[in-house]
């Protein structure tokens, strides 16, 4: 299978989603070994959702049909160039290659801006446009202690 073939089932599911209302212009898909296991667009208007873009439906779907939350065998065909919510997802993932066709430049240039959140990221907390703040980090960290002492958990 080529990378010409996945990042067009990308492509057609931009398109599509796009056609049908869902949300913007982009589609993703997940490979495995030469198959497509997962499939996403953007339906973030549709569905409410900001964090419904596509990689992470395609991220969703690909975990559900393989039932695991770790993609490290797997390659992601996208039909733009990952936000950094997306490019999160990805590693969080532990997707080890991407592919994209339209650069984050040319999203800019049709009004899906995400420079602004790539500049505001290496800032300092205080210096960023969203207030964050730190509270009851003492309580907080009781959970985290018990984490620590579960001796069943499943790390990630």
């Known amino acids: 299978m080529s ?31 030469g198959r497509i296991v ?3 667009n953007n339906r ?11 990689e992470v439906t395609a991220i969703r779907d690909a975990c559900a049909s393989l039932q ?9 065909y996208t039909s733009c ?5 997306c490019l999160s997802a990805i590693y969080w993932a532990r997707i080890p290659q991407i592919w994209f066709a339209n650069s984050r430049q040319d999203a800019a240039d ?5 420079d602004f959140i790539y500049r505001q990221i290496p800032l300092p907390l205080e210096k960023r446009a969203i207030r964050i703040r730190q509270v009851l980090r003492k309580e907080g960290l009781t959970t985290f202690r018990r984490w620590t002492d579960k001796t069943d958990k499943v790390k990630y």
Request: glycine content about 14%; proline content about 6%; aromatic content about 6%.
């Open 3 to 33: 990378h010409g073939k996945f990042m067009r089932a990308a492509i057609k599911l931009a398109e599509e989603g796009m056609a049908a209302g869902r949300g913007g212009p982009f589609g993703c898909v997940i490979v495995r070994r």
């Open 38 to 40: 997962g499939r996403g």
């Open 44 to 54: 973030v208007t549709s569905t409410n959702d900001p964090t419904a873009h596509a």
């Open 68 to 76: 695991t939350f770790q993609l490290t065998d797997c390659e992601l």
């Open 81 to 85: 160039e990952p936000c950094p919510m």
């Open 110 to 114: 049709i009004g899906f801006d995400d």
